[in-house]
Each structure stands twice: as C-alpha cells, then as structure tokens.
C-alpha cells in the first residue's frame, strides 16, 4: 500500500474551458510527491514538493494565480504538518512569496513557533533568504478579472462563495509509515486585507499525526474553521470510520451545522485514502503502487499507469 500521495487542486467550480489544465495540474503535483516517496525521501519533503508545483501552476488558487483582496492585493496563507512529532509551521497573510509553502517549513524547522502572520512572516523570510517576487508575479490576467467582476457581485450566495474558493494541498504516507500534510491558498476572492481563513490554522486548513492520518482541506475557510474540520475527520478515524467514511462525516456535518461546502484529501497510516467533497467540484490526484487516480467532477475517477501522459 505504502507510499501514497494525494493532492487536491480546490473545492469551487472550474469554469469548463479550465477543467483539463486543472486536472493536468493535480496530476503533474501528485507524481512529483510520488517520485519524492519513491526515492525514500520523506511525507513532508513529499507534500511540500507537490504544494510547490500547485503553487507555481497559475490555475490554482495559490501562489501565483492567487485571488485578490478588495483592494487588489495578494496576501497567501499555508500550512505543514508532520505526523510524526506534530511539529507544524504555517504563515499567514504574506505577501511577495513565490512558495509560502515552503516559508511554512521553514517556520516549523527553524522557529520555535507555529505561525508567522503578515510583516513578520515577511521579515523571516527575508532573514532566511528567500527571495521576494514583484507582486504582480503573482498575479494572473484570470485573477484580475474575477477580482473585478466580483466586486460587483453579492457575497452571501453560496453559488457566489463556490466560485472565489480554492486552495491547493496534499498528503502522504511513506514508506515509513510517516504521515504529514500541506496545504497552500490566496485565500477567498476579494476577501478583506489582513483576513486570515482556515488553512494556516492547525486542525481547520490541516493536520497529520501518525497515530491516526492527515487531512488536507479546502473550501470556504470560515465555515472549516467553525468545525475545525481536518480534525473533525480524523476524530471520526479515531473512532473507527475509513479515510472516505470520515470525510464525509465530516464534509455534511459543515454542511447542515454551518452550511458550509468543502472537499477534502485524507489518508491513514497504512495507505487507505479519500478524495471526497460537497462543493459541485474538486481537482484531485492521488498516486500509489505505480498508478494515477484523478478526477474532478462528483462521481470522476479516472485510473492510468503513472508514467502514462
Ligand atoms: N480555504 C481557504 C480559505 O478560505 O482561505
């Protein structure tokens, strides 16, 4: 069974004309964590490899090709956790990174912290020598005109929160038996500066403990936070559910209790994993014993060898 990595590309709608570079894109993010599990490297060096390729993908909400605040900026948040220990590291609202992803490692491998939020996360960087990037290198032509357009739209529709949603993530479980997960976002379109959502908060946007499994989540950040959702599910496995079972326990509790929609990948230990979401869709790649799951659409799943184009 072992090793497994699962991606997710963002619970929301893709536009039609977006659907085969979205599911190119979870699937690229999932054999690139693979051939890191494959070659004995580790589940953290295995989901940041992956986040990073999401990150880089303009398709996605993260990194480059996040979605803007009101007032037009870019302010990311991410998140990593390890199984093993629950040592985690996360960032919040900073701007001017490339891979806030790996800016999250590198506060849990050398902070004695959790989380960095805005100035400060951006001073760290700076201190750690990662490169700042011009803004507008995050910025997409795409990006730009949702940003406009939903300006003008209302904001308490659930069709209109489906699509200014998105986050990328993943998990993975190696040969060790080493959990971890990561999860990586622009947030909410036109979201308000200094808003920071689920995903850099321990057990909302992630978790992973060894004991149990790792789930990385994506949806609308407020809801996942008021049931703390990647925890949620994973006391769902404590309690004797499946990797699918417990997602989506976990997926229709947000559902009626905040009415919240939200997709999520989940694993345990030994390998069993899920892809499982409310949102109409979700990109999603999972890589394991040599083979390709993906889909995107509710009910999709397509299966190929890994090497296959
Ligand atoms: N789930 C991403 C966000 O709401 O920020």
């Not at 020598?129 to 529709?157: C, H």
């Amino acid at each position: 069974m072992l090793p497994v990595v699962v991606v997710q590309g963002g619970a929301g709608y893709v536009p039609s004309e977006k659907s085969k570079a979205s599911r190119a894109g979870v699937c690229a993010a999932a054999r690139s964590g693979y051939v890191v599990l494959q070659s004995g490297g580790s589940s953290m060096d295995a989901v940041v490899e992956a986040v990073t390729k999401l990150e880089n993908n303009p398709n996605f909400n993260a990194g480059c090709g996040s979605v803007l605040t009101t007032n037009g900026n870019v302010e990311m948040d991410a998140i990593v956790m390890d199984g093993k220990t629950l040592a985690c590291g996360a960032v919040s609202a900073v701007r001017n990174i490339a891979n806030p992803v790996q800016l999250a490692r590198l506060v849990m491998d050398k902070t004695s912290h959790n989380c960095l939020t805005a100035h400060g996360a951006n001073q760290f960087a700076r201190a750690m020598g990662v490169p700042e990037v011009p803004q507008e290198s995050l910025i997409t032509e795409y990006s730009r005109m949702r940003w406009r357009k939903n300006l003008a739209d209302d904001p308490n529709t659930a069709e209109s929160q489906m699509g200014k949603m998105g986050t990328v993530g993943a998990v993975a479980v190696d040969i060790e038996g080493n959990v971890a997960c990561a999860t990586s976002t622009g947030g909410i379109l036109n979201k308000m500066e200094g808003r920071v959502g689920d995903t850099p908060c321990i057990g909302c946007g992630g978790f992973a403990d060894n004991q149990v499994g790792a789930v990385s989540t994506t949806g609308h950040g407020e809801a996942i936070m008021k049931v703390t959702l990647a925890r949620l599910i994973l006391f769902h496995m404590e309690q004797g559910q499946s990797a699918e079972a417990a997602s989506d326990l976990g997926l229709a509790y947000m559902k009626s209790r905040v009415q919240g929609l939200a997709g999520v990948v989940t694993l345990d230990p030994h390998g069993h994993w899920a892809a499982r979401f409310t949102s109409p869709q979700m990109a999603w790649a999972a890589a394991q014993k040599d083979t390709l799951h993906y889909g995107l659409l509710a009910g999709e799943r397509f299966t190929q060898g890994i090497d296959e184009p």
